[in-house]
């Protein structure tokens, strides 16, 4: 690795046909580091199945076994499904170019599932596979959607509508008032009228975009692929230094204190919806600027995930990471005019995120 690198690196760079192809070199790569990977990951299945049967017999095993707060079935699970991930890897490596894209979300589940091997492991796999080689084809162009011309009215019709469910959704106003009601009941009221008041205003986007999206998916499937590599490089490094340094957000320990149904339902169905038409749709809607677009489009998604929740001053540090999350989400948004890539993106990092806490659970 130390010796192939480098020159991967320089051949991203210098044009010289005397060279071994990067598309080759990028193929060794992925082999030996997922084999790495692979071989480090069956080690780690070793040394818990020793600890398992000889922690009766010793005590600091025993006492080391019983500290663990993720049980040795839930640790298996992953190790093996990073295994899995790996051999895949291994097996889409034969043609890097074509499945890029389908490496960088095997690699991208390794990361979130969090052994060791692969976080690092991923992290070189990730920038290997988005180094552009000479002999890379040129990609297709994204498809141009249908102009929706926006009025004035309209644009404060939609911050006004922002504005409101915002404050309805995001802040204790209601809140405070329903919540000795029904679980149920408090879901429905909050957010079935949430998703009414966000889809109707919305919904000439949602037909135009459902319909270029079911007929663009492979073209689609690459940006969502590209942004969630490049989300998992920016945003798991700070949640680590964060979370060893100030300790785990308010808001993931709350959703760890849901019901694992409601929390389903919240992150998996209603999240990916209404997050993104709102913070997302109807943002575009007011700012057209793309640079402005995306950072008050992260900022205040950050700020909401922290909103009234944090211990102290210094938690609100976890706003950087959840901007960070919809930074990526507003950028593959300006990217593709089609509201279905970042429901998509939204989605598939909730599901990997929920997946992730049923284990660690477990």
């Not at 760079?13 to 790495?36: A, D, S």
């Not at 890539?341 to 659970?361: G, R």
Request: glycine share 2%; net charge positive.
């Amino acid at each position: 690795i130390v010796t192939i690198l480098p020159q991967v690196l320089v051949n991203a760079r210098v044009k010289n046909e005397n060279k071994p192809q990067l598309k080759e070199n990028k193929q060794i790569l992925i082999i030996v580091l997922n084999l790495l990977a692979i071989i480090g990951n069956i080690f780690s299945a070793f040394i818990l199945l020793i600890i398992k049967f000889l922690a009766p017999y010793f005590n600091e095993l025993e006492e080391m076994s019983a500290n663990n707060q993720i049980g040795i079935l839930s640790q298996m699970i992953i190790i093996s499904v990073c295994i899995i991930l790996s051999i895949l890897n291994i097996i889409f490596s034969k043609d890097v170019n074509k499945n890029k894209e389908k490496i960088l979300l095997c690699t991208t589940t390794s990361i979130m599932f969090g052994t060791i091997y692969n976080i690092i492991i991923g992290f070189i796999n990730i920038i290997i596979l988005l180094i552009k080689s000479k002999d890379e084809v040129k990609e297709e162009e994204l498809p141009k959607l249908e102009k929706i011309e926006v009025k004035t009215s309209e644009r404060i019709m939609y911050a006004i509508l922002f504005v409101g469910i915002f404050i309805v959704s995001y802040t204790s106003l209601v809140t405070n008032i329903i919540k000795d009601w029904n679980v149920w009941i408090k879901v429905i009221i909050i957010y079935l009228l949430q998703i009414l008041c966000l889809t109707i205003p919305f919904r000439k986007n949602l037909k135009r975009d459902i319909k270029a999206f079911s007929l663009n998916k492979k073209r689609y499937f690459k940006e969502i692929a590209k942004t969630i590599s490049l989300i998992i490089i920016c945003y798991i490094p700070i949640a680590i230094i964060l979370k060893l340094i100030i300790g785990e957000s308010s808001n993931q320990e709350a959703i760890k204190d849901l019901p694992i149904w409601l929390t389903f339902i919240l992150s998996i169905i209603i999240a990916p919806i209404c997050e993104e038409i709102m913070f997302r749709g109807f943002l575009r809607k007011v700012l057209k600027n793309d640079i402005i677009f995306i950072i008050f489009s992260a900022l205040i998604f950050g700020i909401t995930h922290c909103l009234y929740i944090e211990e102290n001053w210094i938690m609100y540090l976890h706003i950087i990471p959840y901007a960070i999350l919809g930074a990526g989400f507003a950028k593959i948004y300006t990217k593709t005019d089609n509201i279905f890539t970042d429901m998509s993106v939204h989605f598939c990092w909730n599901m990997l995120a929920f997946i992730s806490m049923i284990l660690l659970k477990t």
